[in-house]
């Protein structure tokens, strides 16, 4: 992707003892254009991100107050990797202060979504949220999509380590609706086929099938797998770690602060 665009970029993280936002606080330090401004944490008030354990050397601060954090610092972008419920806190609080955010929290309804959309507008500055920032899950959902309009057959598998609360997965429920976009409605498998043990054919959507498992080691999985006369075609997706999420972050702040909108979904700043 041409970055040319991108002049220096200063971000402020919140999140960053978590899994997600301690990632973050290393791609924001790592790329030469992008600038740590400020943290915020609930706790470590007051001290120098440089003094946290694990953390780059940097002097920027440490807030335990986004309203704080955002009177006090110069920023352009919030990055967002908390809880559902304080992403939607602040997101609101960074559009009013006029810096982007780009949230990787989920749990937004529609009708909040376009609540912040129209504020971004009116104030004419971007804002991402991006339930999902793998990137190559993306690109899995958009090749499905892709696939479905000749396979009209297809079943997914989802893999997650056993820690996961909700099944099937987000990413499994957005990959069927775009599957069920374009394929041929179809109920599938045998038209008298019947469970012996009650469950054993997965959740069903439209006539398509997601199977969840769930296992210690896995960390965030999932095939796709079409059939048809005499092939089959499986598409897959692997994240091995929160790494894998950051390339999709690092996209996602280049493309917010040319944006005069809110985008929802990763999928719609790839070309
Ligand atoms: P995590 O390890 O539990 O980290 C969450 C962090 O948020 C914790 O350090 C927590 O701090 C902090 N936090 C909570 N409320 C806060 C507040 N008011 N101000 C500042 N920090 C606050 O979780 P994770 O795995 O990193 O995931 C973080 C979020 O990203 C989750 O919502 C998860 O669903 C989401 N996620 C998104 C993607 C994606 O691709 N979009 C991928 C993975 C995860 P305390 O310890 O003080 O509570």
Do not use: W
Request: contains cysteine; hydrophobic residues 40%.
């Amino acid at each position: 992707m041409n970055t040319d665009h991108v002049e220096n970029v200063r971000i402020i993280v919140a999140g960053p003892r978590g899994k997600m936002g301690f990632e973050a606080v290393q791609l924001v330090h790592e790329t030469e254009h992008f600038e740590l401004a400020a943290v915020v944490d609930t706790r470590n008030n007051g001290l120098q991100v440089k003094e946290l354990a694990g953390m780059p050397a940097s002097d920027a601060k440490v807030f335990d107050s986004m309203e704080e954090c955002l009177g006090a610092v110069e920023a352009d972008v919030l990055i967002d990797l908390t809880t559902p419920e304080t992403g939607k806190r602040h997101l609101k609080l960074a559009l009013d202060h006029h810096v982007s955010p780009v949230i990787g929290t989920t749990g937004f309804t529609a009708k909040e979504i376009e609540t912040y959309r129209q504020i971004a507008e009116e104030k004419e500055i971007g804002a991402i949220i991006a339930p999902n920032f793998a990137v190559g899950a993306v690109l899995m959902m958009k090749f499905s999509q892709m696939a479905a309009k000749y396979f009209s057959d297809v079943e997914i598998l989802e893999m997650h380590h056993d820690n996961k609360l909700d099944a099937p997965s987000g990413t499994a429920a957005k990959t069927a609706a775009l599957i069920n976009e374009v394929r041929p409605p179809k109920q599938q498998g045998h038209p008298d086929e019947k469970e012996d043990i009650e469950g054993a054919r997965g959740a069903e959507v439209d006539g398509l099938h997601i199977h969840s498992i769930r296992l210690p080691g896995l960390v965030a999985h999932q095939e796709v797998i079409f059939g048809g006369a005499g092939q089959t075609l499986t598409i897959r997706h692997d994240s091995f770690n929160r790494r894998s999420f950051m390339p999709g972050v690092k996209l996602a702040v280049e493309q917010v602060t040319q944006l005069k909108t809110l985008v929802y979904g990763l999928e719609n700043i790839m070309e």
